[in-house]
């Protein structure tokens, strides 16, 4: 068996445009633009390019834009007024702030001040808490584009038996959440589970979150399973050259791709998701500020 490749890219170029569309009608039928503020505080140039692409990707369909790229010794006081100034602006219904921040800046205090109406990374109490419960709002992007693949591939996930191996609170909580809406058997599973591998080969659904380069085998997935690899890691590549790296996920993908039904590449997978989700988040938002029913296409 080779699995099909979950092509992400394509499916986040069709989930953009359907987001300019529903601006446009936003825009058309109630006059509203929404707008995404993204916050980063110092010089990490990998921060700077994902924000620049967040920022860049905003005006291309039609959203209000706005960055504020703040300096290394930006005290914690002066962040968190841009944000209280964030919150009171109308022309923002989303605001992100690139994590990680410099050492001497409270994320939790940052995260905390930020408005639950605003939150499009879903990472304040009240957000995670609406998530729990089901309650309309935004959803953790990288987990919403998850499932937005899932969904693409396999129609209805009920009944079916997820594994997600992870428990942070950027990916691996909040997709459980949505397995459950979704009425999977979730298990989350971690690197001290006992008899990982064994756990894993029940997964009709793996998504692997846990950080740590091929860690899942290839015959550690059942025959036909549906794999999901948000994992990003740089390893060294020497057949690229003297000091040259590459991306691989969590998965060990060439075994697990002679093994699954269908399975997310590392680049081009869950990555380009992310993003767009972020924007559909804001449209969430925009559309819940202003007592309007969020799209259904963008939403669990």
């Given at each position: 068996?080779?699995?099909?490749?979950?092509?992400?890219?394509?499916?986040?170029e069709?989930?953009?445009?359907?987001?300019?569309?529903?601006?446009?009608?936003?825009?058309?039928?109630?006059?509203?633009t929404?707008?995404?503020?993204?916050?980063?505080?110092?010089?990490?140039?990998?921060?700077?390019?994902y924000?620049?692409?967040?920022?860049?990707q905003?005006?291309?369909?039609?959203?209000?834009?706005?960055?504020?790229?703040?300096?290394?010794?930006?005290?914690?006081?002066e962040?968190?007024?841009?944000?209280e100034?964030?919150?009171?602006?109308?022309k923002?219904?989303?605001?992100?702030?690139?994590?990680?921040?410099?050492?001497?800046?409270?994320p939790?205090?940052?995260?905390?001040?930020?408005?639950?109406?605003?939150?499009?990374?879903?990472?304040?109490?009240?957000?995670?808490?609406?998530?729990?419960?089901?309650?309309?709002?935004?959803?953790?992007?990288?987990?919403?584009?998850?499932?937005?693949?899932?969904?693409?591939?396999?129609?209805?996930?009920?009944?079916?038996?997820?594994?997600?191996?992870?428990?942070?609170?950027?990916?691996?909580?909040?997709?459980a959440?949505?397995?459950?809406r979704?009425?999977?058997t979730?298990?989350?599973?971690?690197?001290?589970?006992?008899?990982?591998?064994?756990?894993v080969?029940?997964?009709?659904?793996?998504?692997?979150?846990?950080?740590?380069?091929?860690?899942?085998?290839?015959?550690?997935i059942?025959?036909?399973?549906t794999?999901?690899?948000?994992?990003?890691?740089?390893?060294?590549?020497?057949?690229?050259?003297?000091?040259?790296?590459?991306?691989?996920?969590?998965?060990?993908?060439?075994?697990?791709?002679?093994?699954?039904?269908?399975?997310?590449?590392?680049?081009?997978?869950?990555?380009?998701?992310?993003?767009?989700?972020?924007?559909?988040?804001?449209?969430?938002?925009?559309?819940?500020?202003?007592?309007?029913?969020?799209?259904?296409?963008?939403?669990?």
């Amino acid at each position: 068996m080779t699995a099909r490749i979950i092509d992400g890219k394509t499916y986040a170029e069709g989930l953009r445009a359907r987001i300019a569309g529903h601006v446009a009608r936003l825009q058309r039928e109630h006059g509203i633009t929404p707008g995404l503020a993204v916050v980063i505080v110092g010089e990490d140039p990998a921060s700077k390019v994902y924000v620049s692409n967040k920022a860049r990707q905003t005006a291309e369909v039609g959203m209000f834009s706005e960055k504020h790229e703040l300096p290394a010794d930006t005290s914690e006081a002066e962040l968190l007024e841009l944000i209280e100034r964030l919150n009171k602006n109308d022309k923002v219904h989303g605001i992100l702030v690139q994590l990680p921040l410099p050492g001497h800046i409270d994320p939790n205090k940052v995260i905390n001040v930020i408005s639950p109406d605003k939150d499009v990374d879903c990472f304040t109490p009240a957000s995670v808490g609406k998530l729990t419960i089901g309650l309309p709002g935004p959803v953790s992007c990288t987990p919403l584009g998850c499932l937005m693949l899932l969904r693409d591939q396999l129609g209805s996930l009920s009944g079916l038996n997820a594994v997600i191996v992870g428990r942070s609170n950027l990916v691996g909580k909040p997709m459980a959440q949505l397995l459950l809406r979704e009425n999977c058997t979730v298990t989350i599973a971690h690197s001290r589970t006992r008899d990982l591998p064994d756990v894993v080969r029940r997964a009709d659904i793996v998504v692997a979150a846990v950080g740590r380069p091929r860690m899942i085998k290839g015959d550690w997935i059942k025959p036909g399973a549906t794999v999901i690899d948000v994992g990003i890691n740089r390893v060294p590549a020497p057949e690229k050259g003297e000091g040259k790296t590459r991306l691989v996920g969590d998965v060990d993908f060439d075994a697990a791709a002679q093994v699954a039904g269908a399975i997310t590449p590392v680049p081009g997978g869950v990555g380009p998701m992310t993003i767009a989700c972020l924007l559909a988040n804001t449209i969430t938002t925009a559309s819940l500020i202003n007592g309007l029913t969020p799209p259904k296409d963008l939403t669990p």
